[in-house]
């Protein structure tokens, strides 16, 4: 068969399929009344790529809100803790807003190519600490898109300590702990020194490690506990304090007793 033929084959094949739909629709089809100067295949490409983009950030914002809703269903953050709803005082004004730049030169250290910023906020049982550390994981959950984990130095330390009665399954369970706090985007260690415990050997190899392959791979970190600055170092040991100051550390402390109400009891208020 010739071109010719051929074209007019799937000429008249196209004829034969517009002149179906027009039947079944009640429609006329003027295709010669068309100005095919508007189809420049550049600006077709064009929109195609504006819609593209949308779509592609659409998804990105879908798949991000889906994430953010599995960490608080898990409830390893608390939603109700940000920094737009926390009540400021003479107490926590100064750790408040230092914890608020410290979300901001985080970001920026990692562009900058700088020393990684570490965050160790100190204060009473009960004066907050804990809700300043959900602040600050809202804060890079929902304005950084960056994961985050809390965890209590104990956990922490479940991950690095053998039992004779670990089995494969845990071994493994345990490894993939530490790789996570080692590299998610922001490890949150809250209450180090829980009621002033001391730090034992074993603690003396756990901490500097975690500390210096975060700090390896330009990770963020923030540090709350109970201990007084002052008394930090003596608390902590020197490799321990040593690998903080590896970091860019900021420093800030909450005042003041527990923020908790007291505990009515006999008609007395335990405080």
């Not at 900058?112 to 600050?136: A, H, M, R, W």
């Not at 190899?205 to 709350?224: H, K, Y």
Request: with cysteine; glycine share 4%; charged share 25%.
């Amino acid at each position: 068969m010739s071109d010719l033929k051929k074209k007019g084959t799937v000429k008249n094949g196209f004829k034969t399929l517009v002149n179906a739909i027009e039947q079944l629709s009640g429609q006329h089809f003027d295709f010669d009344s068309v100005d095919n100067s508007d189809l420049d295949i550049r600006e077709i490409r064009r929109r195609e790529a504006i819609e593209a983009s949308k779509e592609i950030a659409q998804r990105r914002s879908e798949n991000h809100r889906n994430f953010i809703n599995s960490v608080y269903e898990s409830h390893r953050v608390n939603p109700e803790y940000t920094f737009d709803r926390i009540q400021m005082d003479q107490f926590n004004n100064q750790a408040v807003t230092t914890a608020q730049g410290f979300c901001a030169s985080s970001s920026l250290a990692v562009q900058l190519d700088s020393e990684p910023q570490l965050f160790l906020l100190s204060g009473n049982p009960g004066s907050g600490k804990t809700v300043l550390s959900n602040c600050i994981a809202n804060y890079y959950l929902n304005k950084l898109w960056k994961d985050v984990e809390i965890c209590s130095y104990q956990e922490i330390k479940r991950c690095r300590t053998p039992s004779s009665t670990d089995t494969t399954v845990d071994v493994e369970e345990k490894s993939t702990r530490w790789d996570r706090l080692s590299s998610v985007d922001l490890l949150i260690i809250d209450s180090l020194c829980q009621n002033n415990e001391k730090i034992t050997a074993f603690d003396k190899q756990v901490i500097p490690d975690l500390l210096r392959t975060r700090r390896a791979r330009r990770l963020p970190l923030v540090i709350t506990t109970t201990v007084v600055p002052n008394a930090l170092h003596g608390m902590l040991g020197d490799e321990i304090f040593e690998s903080l100051k590896e970091y860019n550390v900021m420093g800030a402390a909450l005042f003041g007793n527990s923020r908790r109400s007291p505990i009515s009891f006999a008609g007395a208020n335990l405080i």
